[in-house]
């Protein structure tokens, strides 16, 4: 089989697909044109340095690495709506949102690229950094104006180089005009200093430019059922036993009576416009909280639990309790227990 004939094939068969094997590249690829943009305009602020790119697993800029990886789905069409199909969104998948992501990556680069961390006045703006990972939960302060509003999560405030890498998508943003946005924000002076630390760069080559093989960073040596099995299983994690005083004080009506339905059916009957306003609030992944949807729907079942069929106060009370749980796992890494 050529490497194109792949794209007419059904999710069960395309899944047995190796991703090394697809014959997907950047150059050529609707991505192209996007990289070219992100070019453009680190070269409007007289910034020599491009950094190369690359198809990976993930997005990512390898630790000490001056160069960004893409995830693969993005550089075809058929990929994306498989994307969509098992993780029900793609990162990524808008050009708004491809060109926030890269230029978030570009600090990162960037940093490696000049050695940023090193310097005293970077340290002394972001903080002390590591060779630590960024961690997958933290305690932001969402009302924090010490930090810019960029990614979702309020990622900034995960990590020293998160918070930089933050800092330099926010200045490079075309027509953001971050002075008068950030105007009284302590975050302010960051960009103030990303500024000038970025004119002082003006037309330089990098100081760290390692040679590497691609083929060691992208990971993509394996069947696509593969990738994806490990990828939702990552979003599954942290999936306690659920409370049944809260579903039971969520749903109490009794079970006999007109107007009454089983909490699963009303749950299953709303469960795309939860998902979605859930989502929209807390910036989740959108397989995590079907997920923890699934959870709740299959332990209601399970209790017997019913609602009243029209109860305007219903469908808050269920937002608020789904957002309550996202939200504490953000925080703990848990769905855990709402009091």
């Given at each position: 089989m050529e490497a194109a004939d792949w794209v007419t094939l059904n999710d069960q068969d395309l899944l047995e697909r190796r991703i090394s094997k697809l014959g997907l590249y950047l150059d050529g690829s609707t991505l192209e044109p996007l990289i070219r943009q992100l070019y453009e305009e680190l070269s409007a602020h007289g910034l020599a340095f491009h950094p190369p790119c690359h198809l990976g697993d993930?997005?990512?800029?390898?630790?000490?690495?001056?160069?960004?990886?893409?995830?693969?789905?993005?550089?075809?069409?058929?990929?994306?709506?498989?994307?969509?199909?098992?993780?029900?969104?793609?990162?990524?998948?808008t050009?708004?949102?491809?060109?926030?992501?890269?230029?978030?990556?570009?600090?990162?680069?960037?940093?490696?690229?000049?050695?940023?961390?090193?310097?005293?006045?970077?340290?002394?703006?972001?903080?002390?950094?590591?060779?630590?990972?960024?961690?997958?939960?933290?305690?932001?302060?969402?009302?924090?104006?010490?930090?810019?509003?960029?990614?979702?999560?309020?990622?900034?405030?995960?990590?020293?180089?998160?918070?930089?890498?933050?800092?330099?998508?926010?200045?490079?943003?075309?027509?953001?005009?971050?002075r008068k946005r950030y105007a009284g924000w302590k975050a302010l002076h960051k960009l103030e200093y990303v500024d000038a630390l970025m004119r002082s760069l003006a037309g330089r080559p990098p100081v760290h430019a390692p040679e590497y093989r691609v083929a060691e960073?992208?990971?993509?040596?394996?069947?696509?059922?593969?990738?994806?099995?490990?990828?939702?299983?990552?979003?599954?994690?942290?999936?306690?036993?659920?409370?049944?005083?809260?579903?039971?004080?969520?749903?109490?009506?009794?079970?006999?009576?007109?107007?009454?339905?089983?909490?699963?059916?009303?749950?299953?009957?709303?469960?795309?416009?939860?998902?979605?306003?859930?989502?929209?609030?807390?910036?989740?992944?959108?397989?995590?909280v079907n997920k923890l949807l699934s959870r709740l729907i299959e332990r209601s079942d399970q209790l017997g639990l019913h609602v009243l069929r029209d109860d305007p106060q219903q469908d808050i009370g269920v937002t608020t309790f789904i957002t309550t749980l996202v939200m504490n796992n953000l925080f703990t890494g848990k769905f855990k227990r709402t009091k």
């Open positions: 993930e997005w990512f800029v390898p630790v000490g690495l001056p160069a960004i990886f893409v995830p693969f789905f993005l550089a075809h069409d058929r990929l994306r709506t498989l994307e969509r199909t098992l993780m029900l969104e793609v990162e990524g998948g050009p708004e949102s491809f060109m926030q992501l890269m230029r978030h990556e570009t600090a990162h680069a960037y940093a490696y690229a000049f050695q940023l961390p090193r310097k005293k006045k970077w340290q002394q703006t972001f903080g002390q950094t590591s060779r630590e990972e960024t961690p997958q939960f933290y305690r932001p302060r969402p009302f924090s104006r010490s930090y810019v509003m960029h990614l979702d999560d309020w990622y900034a405030q995960s990590h020293p180089d998160e918070d930089f890498a933050e800092t330099f998508a926010v200045w490079l943003t075309p027509g953001l005009e971050w960073y992208d990971c993509l040596n394996l069947k696509l059922k593969t990738y994806y099995a490990r990828k939702r299983k990552q979003y599954e994690d942290s999936y306690p036993d659920f409370y049944d005083a809260d579903l039971r004080q969520l749903f109490p009506a009794a079970a006999d009576g007109p107007e009454r339905i089983k909490a699963g059916t009303y749950l299953r009957g709303r469960r795309r416009r939860l998902m979605n306003t859930v989502c929209q609030w807390t910036n989740e992944k959108r397989f995590r």
